[in-house]
């Protein structure tokens, strides 16, 4: 996809959990195409060994669970590159396995901080610039999981559902301003965590990270101009 020309020249892509398996895809798509990156993670430690020194790339360390430290970085960035084009909320992950009355309010409360307040502080630090500018692209990474209530997984599926109903309200509040927000559900990542926790699966059947950033990547192009407030399934073949 997106092999015949550099579609992100001159663009500033911000990519949040950057240093995950999903992370270091969209990175590498985008970094492919020209863009010029900041990536976000709480650890930058991982991305450092590999991307120090590489002009294409600002690495930015921030709990995106503070929303002072959201905003700060989102200023840092937006005054090194004049713009954000791209936000690309993938800092997420999964905790739970236990039915609601045996779950506990720190799992709780970490879904709810890690999936949504994440998403949350970020866009409300970052849409401002993309107001100002009348343009932008965001992405967020919701679940297939929260389309529907499933037995251990309630902290995780609320999580995501907030997701959506996020996606929804910044795409009706934003998209007469030039700016695109919308997200992906994938299903499992074919990731070495989840080979490892579900070895009887069929991975083949689990969409790869590559794959789901090739579906970023689309989004954030000028070709998805016309999608607003979409929920896109991305669930390989499962």
């Known amino acids: 996809m997106f092999s015949h020309m550099k579609w992100f020249t001159g663009k500033t892509v911000m990519i949040t959990g950057a240093s995950g398996n999903l992370g270091q895809a969209a990175l590498k798509a985008f970094m492919r195409q020209g ?72 799992i ?7 999936n949504a307040a994440t998403v949350f502080y970020t866009s409300r630090a970052v849409i401002p610039f993309m107001r100002s500018q009348r343009s932008g692209k965001v992405i967020n990474i919701a679940a297939r999981a929260a389309l529907k209530g499933s037995a251990g997984m309630a902290p995780y599926a609320v999580s995501k559902s907030a997701v959506i109903r996020l996606t929804e309200s910044l795409s009706e509040e934003n998209k007469h301003l030039g700016i695109n927000v919308n997200c992906l559900l994938p299903s499992i990542i074919d990731t070495p965590e989840n080979r490892r926790d ?41």
């Open 35 to 106: 863009a010029n990156l900041a990536l976000v993670d709480r650890d930058v430690e991982k991305l450092a060994a590999a991307w120090s020194g590489n002009e294409q790339v600002l690495l930015i360390g921030c709990d995106l669970t503070d929303p002072d430290a959201s905003r700060v970085m989102a200023a840092r960035v937006a005054d090194l590159y004049g713009k954000i084009d791209v936000l690309a909320n993938i800092a997420g992950g999964f905790a739970g396995g236990s039915p609601v009355h045996e779950t506990s309010p720190q």
């Open 108 to 114: 709780w409360n970490f879904m709810l901080a890690l």
């Open 198 to 238: 579900m070895p009887d699966a069929d991975f083949s059947a689990w969409v790869s990270p590559d794959a789901l950033a090739d579906v970023i990547l689309f989004l954030a192009s000028d070709a998805a101009r016309a999608i607003h407030g979409a929920a896109l399934p991305v669930c390989g073949l499962s």
